[in-house]
T-cell receptor
Framework: NAGVTQTPKFRILKIGQSMTLQCTQDMNHNYMYWYRQDPGMGLKLIYYSVGAGITDKGEVPNGYNVSRSTTEDFPLRLELAAPSQTSVYFC??????????????FGPGTRLTVL | DAKTTQPPSMDCAEGRAANLPCNHSTISGNEYVYWYRQIHSQGPQYIIHGLKNNETNEMASLIITEDRKSSTLILPHATLRDTAVYYCIVRGDQTGANNLFFGTGTRLTVIP
């Protein structure tokens, strides 16, 4: 199993450009998440999905969009990049459920710089 | 979800036990304690979790006090590869976001 994979690893965007961060998991997990991590800070949830066709906002959703057409894929879209979106983005997945089934598996991250 | 308090940094000599404390004084009865770590800006990695009883796996041990207001993660024989930021997270048995609230964690440095 590859686990959770993310592409690209690095990206530099100009202000106002758009891009999609890709995330794929091969563990047949129902739940998928997007987090961002600013320097020296913990992770903040952007969006999450509890299954194909179902998504919902997290703590910091403004400026982002997501879709979940398949169990495996959960892309994150930035429409009009701003310097405040410079961050490291992590995708994660979990079996879901409750209590002991909350273990989340994280991808390696995408380092995005907006200039 | 209950808030947690961790020291910002700790050092540990290689080969010794690393004991990382976490306070969660507002934890409620159905909330679990989770520990994750993040090595040098990689994605966080699950270590262990517990509810009431002490837990042990191949990576670490988790000791939860009887009143559940604090816990300690123990790495029995720390190696240089254990240098990382360790996050203590408390969350309930709930549906919905299922997400984890990461604070700033404890930066553990293992010294040769």
């Amino acid at each position: 199993n590859a686990g959770v994979t993310q592409t690209p690893k690095f990206r530099i965007l100009k202000i106002g450009q758009s891009m999609t961060l890709q995330c794929t998991q091969d563990m047949n997990h129902n739940y998928m998440y997007w987090y961002r991590q600013d320097p020296g800070m913990g992770l903040k949830l952007i969006y999450y999905s509890v299954g194909a066709g179902i998504t919902d906002k997290g703590e910091v959703p403004n400026g982002y969009n997501v879709s979940r057409s398949t169990t495996e894929d959960f892309p994150l879209r930035l429409e009009l990049a701003a310097p405040s979106q410079t961050s490291v983005y992590f995708c994660a997945s979990s079996y879901g459920g409750q209590g002991p089934y909350n273990e989340q598996f994280f991808g390696p991250g995408t380092r995005l710089t907006v200039l | 979800d209950a808030k947690t308090t961790q020291p910002p940094s700790m050092d540990c000599a290689e080969g010794r036990a690393a004991n990382l404390p976490c306070n969660h004084s507002t934890i409620s009865g159905n909330e679990y304690v989770y520990w994750y770590r993040q090595i040098h800006s990689q994605g966080p990695q699950y270590i262990i979790h517990g509810l009431k009883n002490n837990e042990t796996n191949e990576m670490a041990s988790l000791i939860i006090t009887e009143d559940r207001k604090s816990s300690t993660l123990i790495l029995p024989h720390a190696t240089l590869r254990d240098t990382a930021v360790y996050y203590c997270i408390v969350r309930g048995d709930q549906t919905g976001a299922n997400n984890l609230f990461f604070g700033t964690g404890t930066r553990l440095t293992v010294i040769p």
